[in-house]
C-alpha cells in the first residue's frame, strides 16, 4: 500500500469537537443496536408483537436502518456546520487537492 | 436444478461485462500514478463516489446472500442487512475521520506510521492477506451460483470464468475497480433492484398446493395407502421423521410421513452415489424432476386465496398471516449412497418474521450465537482491508464525508429492498433448494428474462470489482508488509511489480479453489465470516491506535495474531464448517458456537491491552 498523505489536509480546528459528536453519536446508535440484541435474546416474543400490519420486529430492524440514515444526515450537517465555523480562516483552501 | 439458458439473457450478459471491462480498461489507463490509482486523484464528486462507495459493498454478498437467506429463512436473513448498515456507522463516527486526519489509507499504513514496526507491518499484511481470502470466497461462490442460471453452466465453471478473467486484469493492467464503474454497478442494482421490488408488489401473494398420499393405517411400522396398486418399497427414519419411498410411474419418490392428518407428503431428495454421479429426486438433472418450491400454503386461513397487488406493509401482513412451506433438510447415509431428503415444514408467516429459523434464540449456546454475529456485523465493516480505501478519493474531508452518507443512504435504502426480494423469493415459487443464492435472480427470471439478465450482469460485474479490488489489495499486502519487509536490501520497483503479479495470481488460483469448495453455502454467511475474522484481528488494533495513547507495537501485532487464529480455529472446527464444508455426516464439531466474534473480540482487546501495558512497563524500566 502507499506511504504518504493521500490529500493534503489543511489544518483542521473543528476535528475535536467532530471526534466528540462522532462518539456521542456512536454511543447513542451501539443502545439502540443493543437494544434489539438485548429483547431478541432476552425476550424473543416481544418481537412479534403485531404493529399494524408489521411486527416489532420489522420495526425495529427497519427502524435501526432509517434510524443510522437520520443520524448521518444530522452527523453531516453538525460537522459541516463547525467546519465552517470553525474554520473560516482557511475557506479559501477548503477543496484544494493535490 | 437444472437450467435453460436462453439467447436474449446470454447476449445481455455478455454486452454488459464486456462493456464493464473496455469502461474498467479506459479509466485504468487514465491512472497512472500511484496516487492516481489508489485514490482517482482526488477529483471525483462526492456523489458519485458516495454511490460508487455503495457499488463496492454491495457486492455478491449482499445481493445474492441476504435475499437468499431471507427466502430460506426469513427475518433472519434481515439481520444480515441491519448489521451491516450498522456496520457502518463504527466506521462514519469512529473510524473514517482520524484516519483520514492520519492521512492513511489503510489501517496497515496507519499503524505502520505511528510505530515502524516491522512486525505490525508483516502482522497487518498476513491479516490482510487471510482477511481478503475469507471475503473472495463469498464473491467466488456467487459468481459460480450467477452462471448457473443464466448460461446454464455448472458452478465450477463460473467460478473458475471469474477468477481467469480477474487474474488476466490485474496481472496484466493492475486495475482496481474504478470509481466510475463502481457507480454504474451501484446504480443499475439499487435501481433494478427497485424495479424488481416493484413487480413483487404488484404480482401480490398466492397459494399452493403440494400434492399428497393419503395413508389408510400405520400401526408404527406397516403403512397402508389409501390408494392402490402403489406399494412402499422403502423407509427411513431421522429424528421423530419417517419417510417412505413410494415407486410411482416407474420412478421412485420420497414422502415424508405426516401422523396428524395420516398422509404422505411430497419431498425432494438428491441421491450421491457411491461412483460420484448424482440423482435429483431419483433421475439425473437433465430429467428436471427437482423443482423450484418457495410457496404459501394458506393465506389468512384459506387456501385457495390470491391477493393481487399489496403495497409494502400489506405484503408482510398478509405473509404474517399466512403458511409459509418452508423445507428442511436431513442428510444421511443409505447404504453406501449419501441421500439428503428436503421435506416440508409449514411455517406460520408470524414465525418467519422474526428471529429463530436459521438463530434460534432458545438455549444458551443459540444466543451466544446471535449476539455474536450481531457483534461481528457491527464491528467488521470498519476492519475490512478494502473498505475505507474510497474514503480517500474525494478532495476535502467534508467531501469524504458527504461521500459515506450518500453511501449509507443508498446502502439503506437497498437493505430495505432486501426485505422484499427475499420475502418475494420466498413465496414465489422460485426458490433452488441446492443453492438459497440464486433466490433474488431466480425471483427476476420469473417475471422477465431480460431484467434477470441485467440484475445477473449487473452481480457477476459487481463480482468481478470486488474480486480484482480485493486481489490488488492482498498482492499489495503481500509486497509491501510481507516480502518488502522480509527481505533486507528492498526490492526494485520492477521486482516488486512482478512479485505482486505473481502473488496476484496464486490469491486468485486458492481463490478459485476455495469458491468451488464452498460451493453451496449461503454467501452473506460466508461474509459473516469475513467480518468476524476482521473484526477480531483488525478492529481492536485500529481503535486503540486511534484512541488509546498506551498502545504499543507489540501490543498490536499480539492482539492482531490472537484475534486472527482464535477467529479462525472457532471458524474452522464449527458445525457448520463440519457439515457444509467437510461434509462430514453426523459428526459433532468441537466449537460449541459458529460465530467467533463474542469470544474473539474482546479476547483480542484485551491482550492489546495486556501486552501494552507489559511492554510499557520495560520500555520504562529500561
Not at chain 2, 215 to 222: A, F, K, T
Request: proline share 3%; hydrophobic share 50%.
Amino acid at each position: 500500500m502507499l506511504h504518504g498523505k493521500a490529500t493534503k489536509n489543511e489544518v483542521d480546528h473543528a476535528s475535536k469537537i467532530k471526534t466528540k459528536i462522532g462518539m456521542w453519536m456512536f454511543l447513542l446508535y451501539t443502545l439502540v443496536y443493543a437494544g434489539f440484541i438485548i429483547v431478541t435474546v432476552v425476550k424473543p416474543e416481544l418481537m412479534g408483537t403485531d404493529i399494524g400490519y408489521l411486527n416489532l420486529a420489522i420495526v425495529y430492524g427497519m427502524g435501526l436502518i432509517v434510524f443510522a440514515l437520520i443520524l448521518a444526515l444530522i452527523y453531516n450537517a453538525l460537522c459541516s456546520k463547525f467546519e465552517k465555523k470553525l474554520n473560516i480562516i482557511d475557506e479559501t483552501s477548503v477543496g484544494g487537492a493535490e | 436444478m437444472n437450467y435453460q439458458p436462453s439467447a436474449l439473457g446470454v447476449i445481455i450478459f455478455f454486452v454488459f461485462i464486456i462493456s464493464v471491462l473496455l469502461i474498467s480498461r479506459y479509466f485504468s489507463k487514465r491512472t497512472s500514478s500511484s496516487a492516481g490509482f489508489y485514490t482517482a486523484g482526488g477529483h471525483i464528486h462526492w456523489s458519485v463516489n458516495g454511490i460508487a462507495f455503495a457499488g463496492d459493498y454491495l457486492s455478491a454478498a449482499s445481493f445474492l446472500g441476504i435475499c437468499g437467506m431471507i427466502a430460506v429463512y426469513g427475518f433472519d436473513g434481515f439481520l444480515y442487512s441491519i448489521g451491516y448498515l450498522a456496520g457502518w456507522m463504527v466506521a462514519l463516527f469512529v473510524i473514517a475521520e482520524p484516519l483520514k486526519r492520519m492521512g492513511k489509507y489503510t489501517f496497515a499504513d496507519a499503524l505502520d506510521s505511528k510505530f515502524k514496526s516491522k512486525g505490525i507491518r508483516i502482522t497487518a499484511g498476513i491479516s490482510t492477506l487471510i482477511v481478503s481470502l475469507f471475503y473472495l470466497i463469498p464473491q467466488m461462490v456467487g459468481a459460480g451460483s450467477l452462471v448457473t442460471p443464466l448460461l446454464g453452466w455448472p458452478h465450477w465453471v463460473g467460478v473458475i470464468l471469474v477468477g481467469i478473467v480477474v487474474i488476466i486484469i490485474v496481472a496484466t493492467a493492475g486495475m482496481a475497480s474504478t470509481t466510475y464503474v463502481q457507480f454504474l454497478k451501484g446504480s443499475l442494482l439499487i435501481i433494478f433492484s427497485i424495479v424488481l421490488v416493484i413487480m413483487v408488489l404488484g404480482k401480490g401473494l398466492k397459494t399452493t398446493s403440494y400434492e399428497t398420499l393419503a395413508v389408510e393405517s400405520y400401526d408404527g411400522s406397516d403403512i397402508q395407502l389409501v390408494a392402490e396398486g402403489k406399494s412402499i418399497s422403502n423407509e427411513w427414519k431421522a429424528g421423530d421423521k419417517i419417510f417412505f419411498e413410494v415407486e410411482i410411474n416407474g420412478k421412485p419418490t420420497i414422502w415424508s410421513f405426516n401422523k396428524e392428518k395420516m398422509i404422505l407428503e411430497e419431498t425432494l431428495f438428491i441421491t450421491n452415489l457411491a461412483d460420484g454421479s448424482i440423482l435429483y429426486n431419483g433421475a439425473p438433472k437433465e430429467d428436471e424432476r427437482f423443482r423450484q418450491v418457495g410457496d404459501l400454503s394458506e393465506i389468512g386461513g384459506e387456501k385457495n386465496v390470491e391477493t393481487g397487488s399489496l403495497g409494502m406493509f400489506k405484503f408482510i401482513g398478509k405473509i404474517k398471516n399466512a403458511t409459509v412451506i418452508r423445507w428442511n433438510k436431513v442428510v444421511m447415509m443409505d447404504g453406501e449412497n449419501k441421500l439428503t431428503i428436503f421435506y416440508q415444514n409449514p411455517t406460520p408467516g408470524k414465525e418467519v418474521l422474526v428471529t429463530g429459523q436459521k438463530f434460534p434464540v432458545k438455549t444458551g449456546r443459540d444466543k451466544m450465537n446471535f449476539i455474536s454475529l450481531m457483534l461481528a456485523l457491527f464491528f467488521g465493516t470498519a476492519a475490512l482491508p478494502h473498505i475505507l480505501i474510497r474514503y480517500y478519493t474525494v478532495s476535502s474531508p467534508a467531501a469524504a464525508r458527504k461521500s459515506t452518507i450518500v453511501a449509507i443512504m443508498s446502502i439503506g435504502l437497498f437493505y430495505i429492498l432486501t426485505l422484499f426480494m427475499g420475502l418475494g423469493s420466498m413465496t414465489s415459487g422460485v426458490l433452488d433448494l441446492t443453492n438459497s443464492n440464486m433466490a433474488a435472480p431466480l425471483l427476476a427470471r420469473s417475471f422477465s428474462v431480460a431484467i434477470f439478465a441485467i440484475i445477473s450482469a449487473v452481480a457477476f460485474a459487481t463480482v468481478l470489482g470486488t474480486v480484482s479490488g480485493l486481489i490488488v489489495a492482498s498482492s499489495g499486502a503481500v509486497v509491501h508488509d510481507l516480502v518488502g519487509k522480509i527481505s533486507k536490501k528492498g526490492l526494485s520497483d520492477k521486482k516488486q511489480v512482478s512479485i505482486g503479479k505473481l502473488a496476484a495470481v496464486i490469491v486468485g488460483g486458492i481463490a478459485i479453489v476455495l469458491g468451488i469448495v464452498f460451493k453451496g453455502m449461503n454467501v452473506s454467511f460466508l461474509v459473516g465470516w469475513a467480518f468476524a475474522v476482521a473484526a477480531s484481528a483488525n478492529l481492536p488494533a485500529i481503535v486503540m491506535v486511534l484512541f488509546w495513547k498506551g498502545t504499543t507495537a507489540k501490543g498490536v501485532v499480539s492482539s492482531i495474531i490472537v484475534g486472527l487464529v482464535s477467529a479462525m480455529t472457532i471458524i474452522l472446527l464449527s458445525q457448520t464448517t463440519y457439515d457444509s464444508v467437510y461434509h462430514l455426516v453426523g459428526v459433532k464439531a468441537p466449537m460449541p458456537i459458529d460465530n467467533p466474534a463474542i469470544i474473539t473480540v474482546p479476547l483480542s482487546f484485551i491482550t492489546l491491552v495486556v501486552v501494552s501495558l507489559i511492554t510499557k512497563k520495560k520500555e520504562i524500566s529500561k
